[in-house]
């Protein structure tokens, strides 16, 4: 995968001296750097996601969107935040009335509603839509 630095023409290694954006040239997506590390295009809205796994390691990765609709959600299953930045919000709505409902996990060692690192946050049994906002790096909240 070769990366150039905002059309520098120089395959990329991340440095200070990094620009703000990059394109990755085998997809043609510009990737973003807010300052706390880089994040694909947000999109819009992600439809038809099936939730899989029963831990941060094997849960569905989200793509950055503002609202995903989680259609298939198992029994325990969960999906994977992105990296907390500042500023994000996301919507995941959980269409499905999953026993234990949805579990929803941070990225690395993100937290969600001040909980431990890593450690997933389970939605009410669905359908039900859970609001995520980033007030500050590394750290989600409910609403």
Do not use: H, R
């Amino acid at each position: 995968m070769g990366f150039d630095f905002a059309g520098s023409g120089v395959p990329g290694v991340a440095n200070a001296a990094a620009p703000a954006s990059y394109l990755d040239k085998s997809s043609g997506v510009v990737w973003t750097n807010p300052g706390s590390g880089w994040q694909p295009p947000l999109q819009p809205s992600v439809d038809n996601i099936a939730a899989a796994g029963n831990s941060q390691a094997t849960a569905t990765v989200l793509p950055v969107a503002l609202a995903v609709n989680v259609t298939t959600t198992p029994s325990g299953a969960g999906v994977l935040l992105p990296k907390a930045v500042a500023g994000m919000e996301i919507s995941v709505n959980n269409v499905q009335n999953t026993a234990g409902g949805l579990k929803i996990y941070p990225n690395g060692t993100d937290i969600i509603n001040g909980g431990g690192a890593g450690a997933a946050f389970t939605t009410a049994i669905g359908p039900i839509m859970t609001i995520l906002v980033c007030f500050s790096n590394g750290a989600w909240w409910t609403k």
